[in-house]
């Protein structure tokens, strides 16, 4: 990593307020930017977030926001309302209300003396979800965005459904963890000594978890559809730079975009978690981001020839084959590009999972298969990564190919067709597709979930004939992968798969026939860049110097995932620490302790047993000012309806600010 110490432009940070349209509520803003930006006007950078910019994002901000100042910017970064140091109160994510605030400071941004009028937007997970749906409502000023680690699609590809499934795994956990975000406090040195406490007392006021609204709507409905830009990518004209990583839940959404943009577009997809490419978080290479993006800037609000549009639609890693591991330091491999997508170099190559005359074949798998599925969100820790997939393998029905006699490369999405019966009107079918070493050893390469429930549509919910079959067929996440000779391809075929997927209400078993099934996978033509002039490179990170943070470990050190069996009642449990960065001490004073915990559990014959939890405890101090939160959220169900108990307590110096429970139930209408 280089760290640019000094710029062409001089950099002014300054803190301000950004009125809305009702007049009321103001956003709280920081903003780099050159110095001289009153006399020689900038474009403007936004990046728009719940995360708090005064302490848990800090250390991220000044990576970045600092150095495209420096590059002639005025970078910007906005607490949503409600959030952080802004004012007003937060209901739910991307509501028509955020949408609306993000177009106004657009606006705002554009209006001001030392901005040229010319905005973009950037962002990762929440930051690129947003500014594509703000692209979509087109504020003139918005004229090019970057969005990483986003989704065009709410419903099917984010945090709470995967395939029609409740995705237990972050359902709860993404609920519990923005219940403990949303319930902070504002600084006081932010918005004033005699402003923050009635302000925190406000938010407490408007809890309501978000589960809550989350589980009541388990079908592609009107709430899902809001916010995803799938429903009309027309609606998009801002340029788009769309980045992934095949370690992040969201990197479908890069090839869609590519796919189905009127916009100007771009793809770029790595090897990399739910990370900004610079960061150098495992798994690498990292990559000279900043540099990268500063040339889209460039271009789209500058008017600078950069190249941007001479480089292929789509730039991806083709992963090289590992030995399976929860975590990479770099990734073996190498850059390819395309020059359309879908590409004329990827062709469709189907693989019977067996014989016409192939006997059906009955897969039940215990209920706690799927707890080497890995972290749904990679951040780039230890355990992150699914670990060797042989005793997942084992409890589920696996099809392998013969050893391969030459290297095989895909890149896309795969899909799987399956002809099946379902002994319950309700019921789920999983598959992961592996690579298989000799020595027996099984990296998972993909996945894909189906609740057969949503197999005509995500929009309503169908149930199973029993004694009926039928062919379905669905797509497995995207990715770029290189079998390479004498290994094989393994399907691997459950009807579980805890606890990312949360089980039906009555346990259940499918059965398959193999002559009827196949794997259809996206091989690519490994001399497609033979005719290509120039190899796909980047330059090494670079970024502004990091903020001066200490860092203290846990008074209680304990590991990241740890997977224990009750032998006697069947009982497994799952626990994690998501590891969000921990407790460190600010530049300012500000002492901020982090501690999360969250736990699964489930016996392996009984889907009624599950059961997820999160617990957060947050502490903030400075000076004399200190105040804490702490949350606990719990998931069960029965098999007619789902059970979410909640509580929140939030003190100030001590004293009791708020306590609150609630208690809700919502009936299983496909979940």
């Known amino acids: 990593m280089k760290y640019r110490e000094t710029f062409d432009r001089e950099v002014l940070v300054e803190d301000v307020w950004i009125p809305t349209r009702d007049g009321k509520t103001r956003l709280h803003a920081r903003i780099w930017r050159p110095v001289d930006a009153g006399t020689a006007p900038v474009p403007a950078l936004l990046e728009y977030l719940p995360y708090r910019k005064s302490d848990w994002t800090a250390p991220r901000d000044a990576q970045r926001h600092p150095w495209y100042a420096g590059h002639g910017y005025a970078s910007v970064r906005v607490d949503l309302r409600g959030s952080g140091d802004s004012e007003g109160v937060m209901l739910d994510e991307y509501t028509a209300t955020e949408l609306a605030d993000g177009v106004d400071v657009v606006n705002w941004l554009a209006a001001q003396p030392w901005c040229t009028g010319k905005v973009g937007m950037f962002g990762i997970s929440w930051g690129g979800f947003n500014s594509l749906q703000i692209a979509a409502l ?161 271009h789209w609000l500058k008017d600078e020839p950069t190249g941007v549009l001479d480089e292929p639609i789509l730039r991806a890693w083709i992963n090289d084959p590992v030995p399976p591991a929860t975590s990479y330091a770099t990734m073996p491999g190498r850059w390819v590009g395309e020059d359309a997508w879908p590409s004329p170099s990827v062709r469709w190559d189907e693989r019977p999972l067996g014989g016409p005359a192939d006997e059906p074949v009955t897969v039940r798998s215990p209920l706690h298969t799927g707890l080497d ?71 998972l390469v993909t996945r894909g979930v189906l609740n057969l429930m949503s197999r005509k549509g995500r929009e309503r919910a169908v149930e199973w004939r029993p004694g009926t079959y039928e062919d379905v067929e669905f797509e497995l996440n995207a990715t770029g992968y290189a079998f390479p000779p004498g290994h094989r391809v393994r399907v691997a075929v459950s009807d579980a798969y805890w606890p990312w997927v949360w089980p039906h209400g009555e346990r259940g078993q499918l059965t398959v026939w193999p002559g009827g099934s196949a794997l259809l996978l996206p091989v ?25 943070v200490t860092t203290a470990p846990s008074a209680e050190p304990r590991p990241e995932r740890t997977v224990t069996h009750d032998v006697a009642t069947g009982e497994w449990t799952l626990e994690v620490d998501p590891n969000y960065g921990g407790s460190r001490t600010y530049p300012d004073g500000l002492r901020y302790e982090e501690s999360a915990r969250e736990t699964y559990r489930i016996r392996s014959d009984d889907p009624l047993s599950a059961v997820a939890s999160s617990r957060w405890t947050i502490r903030l101090r400075r000076g004399d000012w200190e105040a804490e939160v702490v949350t606990a959220m719990e998931l069960r169900a029965t098999a007619e309806e789902f059970i979410m108990d909640s509580s929140i307590e939030a003190r100030a110096n001590g004293e009791t600010v708020a306590t609150r429970a609630w208690h809700r139930t919502t009936p299983r209408t496909s979940a």
Not at 525 to 533: C, K, L
């Open 138 to 298: 087109r504020p003139a000023p918005l004229k090019a965005v970057v969005t990483v680690c986003s989704t065009d699609d709410r419903y099917d590809n984010d945090v709470h459904y995967t395939g029609g499934a409740v995705l237990g795994i972050d359902m709860l956990a993404w609920a519990g963890t923005m219940l403990a975000f949303t319930a902070r406090p504002p600084h006081p040195a932010s918005v004033g000594e005699d402003r923050w406490l009635p302000m925190w007392r406000e938010r407490l006021d408007a809890l309501e978890p978000f589960l809550h609204t989350w589980l009541a709507h388990q079908e592609r409905d009107a709430y899902w559809r809001h916010g995803s830009v799938c429903e009309d990518y027309g609606a998009i004209g801002a340029a788009v730079l769309a980045v992934g990583g095949w370690a992040d839940p969201y990197r479908d959404t890069v090839l869609r975009l590519l796919e189905h943009l009127d916009a100007p577009v771009r793809g770029l997809i790595g090897p990399w978690s739910h990370q900004y490419p610079d960061r150098g978080l495992p798994p690498g290479p990292a990559i000279g981001f900043l540099q990268e993006t500063l040339r889209w800037w460039d």
């Open 524 to 548: 690519r033509d490994p001399g497609a860049d033979a005719a290509r002039e120039q190899p796909i490179t980047f330059e090494e990170p670079e970024q502004a110097p990091p903020l001066p």
């Open 373 to 443: 599925a890995g972290r749904f969100f990679p951040f780039g820790n230890a355990t992150d990564l699914p670990p060797d997939q042989r005793a997942e393998d084992g409890r589920s029905v696996c099809f392998d190919s013969a050893a391969l006699r030459e290297r095989v490369e895909i890149l896309g999405r795969p899909r799987i067709r399956l002809r099946l019966d379902s002994a319950t009107p309700r019921a789920h079918v999983i598959v992961r597709v592996c690579d298989v070493a000799p020595d027996g050893s099984s990296t």
